[in-house]
C-alpha cells in the first residue's frame, strides 16, 4: 500500500514538472516506473524449499 502511494505521488510530481517544461527533472520522476516495470514484467521464480533426507 505504501508503495502505491509513493508512485503514485512519483507521478503526479512527473507531470507537474513535465507541464512547468522542467524535463530533466520529469525524467528523473519517470526512472522509478520504469523500474517497477521490469520487476512486475518479469517476476523472479520462487525456489519451493526442498528436504535434505
Known sequence: MTEMIAY?????L????????HLILATVAIVPYVLVSFKYSFPQEQKKAQRNR
Do not use: D, S
Not at 503514485?8 to 503526479?12: C, E, H, I, R, S
Not at 512527473?14 to 517544461?21: E, V
Open 8 to 12: 503514485g505521488a512519483l507521478f503526479v
Open 14 to 21: 512527473a507531470i507537474a514538472l513535465l507541464r512547468t517544461n
